[in-house]
């Protein structure tokens, strides 16, 4: 039979054959339909959840929230680490007193015998005391790991033990966050015991009390969301860090300006992505000056020449050579795929 449209109809759960049904009563008019119609029958904002308090149309809601981590599937890697083992290695994770290897699969943690270690992630999204999140990771490897919701300031918020597994298996915490100063999602190692490994293929951190990472098929867990979106990623990330010549070009060219009033060097304005804050400046590999006329003067210094304007961004490079006041040069990479202009603009 048709459904009808009903705004408020008055539902009896039937159980019978090992089928559950329900009676629909409108007035004089009763039907018996699946349970699986229900929701076409009830509107998503009275149907709940497990938990008895949230709405289905809450839960989508949530749901489409995404994904309050950044280089969530460990893609995004400007500094082109192998692996690490303190600071920043692959875009926007902190990891120490452990080794971290960017794999194929992920990221995959040694632990260390001598502290405890961790690698992690500042969350610099709109969060604040009193919201219900879920950290979710699909993992595999030993004992000893914990995923953490956790502070910057000091210990973690609510953390649970990562099973050990020798196939990808899910685990997830959920906390209401309180005396907030920075959000952090981690993975740590509380033990100090060598040799302890994780791979971390992808998480997930998410507003509301459900894990919207992964779900089950068979005995095996399926991730929900489709693959990042690369440049996407890598936006999100060059916020925070960027490396000019990262794809590695030998003869990379990174700008181009006139001498200044002094003629001891070239202001130089370099395009830069939207950046967090104003980033400090390094450089590493080779560079050179290169004037109207072709004359070639090698690079001895890169360093800030003004600050407080994020992009473009005046760079001071200086030169052994003789400049000529007024002329324009070009800064260039000197034959060398190494060299790179680091703009670190990290939590």
């Given at each position: 039979?048709?459904?009808?449209?009903?705004?408020?109809?008055?539902?009896?759960?039937?159980?019978?054959?090992?089928?559950?049904?329900?009676?629909?009563?409108?007035?004089?008019?009763?039907a018996?339909?699946?349970?699986?119609?229900?929701?076409?029958?009830?509107?998503?904002?009275?149907?709940?959840?497990?938990?008895?308090?949230?709405?289905?149309?809450?839960?989508?809601?949530?749901?489409?929230?995404?994904?309050?981590?950044?280089?969530?599937?460990?893609?995004i890697?400007?500094?082109?680490?192998?692996?690490?083992?303190?600071?920043?290695?692959?875009?926007?994770?902190?990891?120490g007193?452990l080794?971290?290897?960017?794999?194929?699969?992920?990221?995959?943690?040694?632990?260390?015998?001598?502290?405890?270690?961790?690698?992690?992630?500042?969350?610099?999204?709109?969060?604040k005391?009193?919201?219900?999140?879920?950290?979710?990771?699909l993992?595999?490897?030993?004992?000893?790991?914990?995923?953490?919701?956790?502070?910057?300031?000091?210990?973690?918020?609510?953390?649970?033990?990562?099973?050990?597994?020798?196939?990808?298996?899910?685990?997830?915490?959920?906390?209401?966050?309180?005396?907030?100063?920075?959000l952090?999602?981690k993975?740590?190692?509380?033990?100090?015991?060598a040799?302890?490994?994780?791979?971390?293929?992808?998480?997930?951190?998410?507003?509301?009390?459900?894990?919207?990472?992964a779900?089950?098929?068979?005995?095996t867990?399926?991730?929900?969301?489709?693959h990042?979106?690369?440049?996407l990623?890598?936006?999100?990330?060059?916020?925070?860090?960027?490396a000019?010549?990262?794809?590695?070009?030998?003869?990379?060219?990174?700008?181009?300006?006139?001498?200044?009033?002094?003629?001891?060097?070239?202001?130089?304005?370099?395009?830069?992505?939207?950046?967090?804050?104003?980033?400090?400046?390094?450089?590493?590999?080779?560079?050179?000056?290169?004037?109207?006329?072709?004359?070639?003067?090698?690079?001895t210094?890169?360093?800030?020449?003004?600050?407080?304007?994020?992009?473009?961004?005046?760079?001071?490079?200086?030169?052994?050579?003789?400049?000529?006041?007024?002329?324009?040069?070009?800064?260039?990479?000197?034959?060398?795929?190494?060299?790179?202009?680091?703009?670190?603009?990290?939590?």
């Open positions: 039979m048709a459904i009808k449209s009903y705004e408020l109809p008055k539902v009896d759960i039937l159980n019978g054959g090992g089928v559950t049904n329900f009676l629909v009563n409108k007035g004089t008019e009763t018996q339909l699946p349970a699986s119609l229900l929701p076409q029958i009830l509107p998503a904002d009275k149907l709940l959840m497990p938990d008895g308090v949230t709405s289905i149309n809450r839960r989508l809601q949530q749901i489409g929230s995404g994904n309050l981590i950044d280089n969530a599937d460990f893609s890697n400007q500094r082109g680490v192998t692996s690490w083992t303190s600071g920043y290695g692959l875009d926007r994770y902190r990891c007193g080794t971290a290897h960017a794999i194929d699969q992920g990221v995959r943690l040694v632990s260390s015998s001598t502290t405890y270690s961790n690698v992690f992630q500042i969350i610099d999204r709109s969060v005391d009193g919201d219900v999140v879920t950290l979710s990771a993992t595999k490897g030993n004992n000893g790991f914990r995923l953490v919701i956790g502070r910057a300031h000091d210990s973690s918020i609510k953390a649970v033990d990562i099973p050990a597994s020798d196939d990808w298996e899910l685990t997830s915490v959920t906390a209401t966050l309180s005396n907030l100063s920075k952090i999602a993975i740590d190692h509380p033990a100090a015991v040799g302890d490994e994780i791979i971390i293929h992808r998480w997930k951190l998410e507003p509301g009390p459900f894990q919207t990472l779900h089950r098929e068979g005995n867990w399926v991730l929900n969301d489709p990042p979106n690369y440049a990623e890598l936006l999100k990330c060059q916020r925070y860090f960027y000019a010549n990262a794809i590695g070009n030998s003869i990379a060219y990174f700008g181009q300006g006139t001498t200044n009033n002094t003629n001891t060097l070239v202001e130089i304005e370099v395009q830069i992505p939207n950046m967090r804050s104003y980033p400090a400046v390094s450089y590493r590999g080779s560079f050179y000056l290169e004037s109207e006329n072709g004359e070639k003067l090698p690079v210094g890169i360093s800030v020449f003004r600050s407080g304007v994020v992009s473009p961004i005046l760079l001071g490079v200086k030169t052994s050579g003789t400049l000529t006041k007024g002329k324009l040069y070009r800064l260039l990479a000197n034959d060398d795929s190494n060299a790179r202009i680091i703009f670190d603009s990290n939590l």
